[in-house]
């Protein structure tokens, strides 16, 4: 699987976005974004992945760059609860029995 | 809540024993993936099994090892325990055994005494 390089931490007032950017420069063209979170000590939850176009769910919205080499996570109005590590991966989607590789992630924390 | 269910939540041990952690993936994924995530090595994969076979094996010790059993929950076995064993293991669960998207429970913490 490609590298990612994140920042290790961030703070972000609340009520504002959060823009978390992750690098990965190496990545193939079959390998896709993925981001996770994990709230402190609870399992990673999965928030949202995609290839090359931007993608918007309920959670946030996720911005790959056109060469794809970065993409941006955004949290449109972080709260408080959004207090997180926050973990961008990259992996080939069909690459069969190649488990998800969690780096160090962003400690993302949302400042009242 | 993400569907997956892990017990115990707390267990704590002696150096020697034996332990067994169980996982019962949501309702309908065939596939079960272990992690464990202590101070100093962030998240492990460990092991995945896919309706019942193993499909992809990480840096699991050999005094480890697991299974999925027909009805799909899962259990982790860890024995002769270490100090450096205690750590949070997380069990998730997938449908699609090549997915991205896993759904992790809340996780087993062990301490080793």
């Known amino acids: 699987d490609a590298k990612t390089t994140q920042p290790p931490s961030m703070d972000c007032a609340e009520g504002r976005a959060a823009n978390l950017p992750c690098n990965h420069s190496t990545i193939s063209g079959n390998e896709y974004v993925y981001w996770y979170r994990q709230i402190h000590s609870q399992g990673p939850q999965y928030i949202i992945h995609g290839l090359k176009n931007n993608e918007t769910n309920e959670m946030a919205s996720l911005i790959i760059t056109e060469d794809r080499k970065s993409s941006t996570l955004i949290l449109p109005h972080a709260t408080l609860r959004d207090t997180a590590v926050y973990y961008c991966?990259?992996?080939?989607?069909?690459?069969?029995?190649?488990?998800?590789?969690f780096g160090k992630g962003t400690r993302l924390s949302v400042i009242a | 809540d993400s569907g997956v269910t892990q017990t115990p939540k707390h267990l704590i041990t002696a150096t020697g024993q034996r332990v067994t952690l169980r996982c019962s993936p949501r309702s309908g994924d065939l596939s079960v993936y272990w992690y464990q995530q202590s101070l100093d090595q962030g998240l492990q994969f460990l092991i995945q099994?896919?309706?019942?076979?193993?499909?992809a094996k990480g840096n699991i010790l050999e005094r480890f090892s697991a299974q999925q059993f027909p009805d799909l929950h899962s259990e982790l076995n860890l024995s002769s325990l270490e100090l450096g064993d205690s750590a949070l293991y997380f069990c998730?669960?997938?449908?699609?055994?090549?997915?991205?998207?896993?759904?992790f429970g809340e996780g087993s913490r062990l301490t080793v005494l």
């Open positions: 099994y896919y309706n019942g076979e193993e499909r």
């Open positions: 991966i990259v992996r080939d989607r069909n690459s069969g029995n190649t488990p998800l590789v």
């Open positions: 998730a669960s997938s449908v699609d055994p090549d997915a991205g998207e896993l759904f």
